[in-house]
């Protein structure tokens, strides 16, 4: 069953994110919408029959640069090409939208972003490894 993709609401995105096991600490409302103000913000939710199942959140660092900074599938809805569709959108309306690249952070445990960002032409410019040791923060470009 096909799903539809349309500019969210920040509401919209924390039902997703609250749906997220992976995320031990999910992203607070007010955390977002605090780093959000004042950006150019580009929030685009997926929906299966009015239902949000996923969403990519991003903001323009500056007038051509653009950070991918959030994502997520709800898990019942993973494995059915709706994250690459939002990035394919992303992408789509940063280069209408005039941006030159696209800077994205990962972390290694989530392997599949991982393989979606290098078979989408994502280089790799640094990687930290966590303070605690635990995992790494990959750091990927895409100029378009």
Known sequence: MACVIERGSIDELMEIENQIPEFSTPKTKQLIETRLQ????????????GKPIAYKLGYAEDEK????????????????????TLLNEQERWCRSSGFESIAVKSMNKFKNMLMMLLKNNYSIVACHPLEDGTDSKIHFLKTL
């Open 38 to 49: 004042g950006k150019t913000v580009l929030l685009l939710v997926a929906k299966r029959e």
């Open 65 to 84: 640069h653009f950070y991918s900074w959030l994502g997520a599938v709800v898990p019942e809805f993973r494995g059915e090409g709706i994250a690459q």
